[in-house]
């Protein structure tokens, strides 16, 4: 009986240890990032809110909604949101699709981010998107390009 006590306790202290280690763990993540304050929301069209954007030091996240005002229904249309250093160079940009929005319909959008010293960043509203390129055919595409140009 005393084996089972004993296993009980250290069954015990492991749970209260993995709790207490997950809660110091989100604690510190939370505590690691912090608000972006100044941004740009450059949109006619469409009503853009942030709810919340914040960046650590590697990366981050900017939650919003958007609500169309207008009396007529956005279709394939795209948030572009570029994301800036201190600097206002643009790091990156990511895009959240709208496929349909009725009048007066509100939609969430969540966007995140992997750019380190971010600091400000600006949404705009567009109507297309870049294609994804394959990193390995761009490759092959630039070597074919200089050999043809050496040979000459």
Known sequence: MSRMKTFL??????????????????AFLKVSYADILGYDIDVDE???????????????YIYGIVKN??????????????ILNEYENVLG??????DKLEPEQLRKFEVN???KNVETF???????KPEEIDFWELIKTNVKDYVARVKE
């Open 46 to 60: 469409l009503f853009v809110d942030v709810t919340e954007a914040k960046a650590s030091k590697r990366d981050g």
């Open 9 to 26: 306790m250290y069954l015990i202290l492991v749970i209260a240890f993995y709790a207490f280690s997950n809660i110091m763990i989100n």
């Open 122 to 128: 600006k949404i705009e509203l567009t109507d297309t």
């Open 69 to 82: 005002n207008k009396q007529e229904t956005i279709e394939n249309k795209y948030l572009k949101i570029s």
């Open 113 to 115: 981010f992997e750019y």
């Open 93 to 98: 940009e990511q895009y959240v699709k709208i």
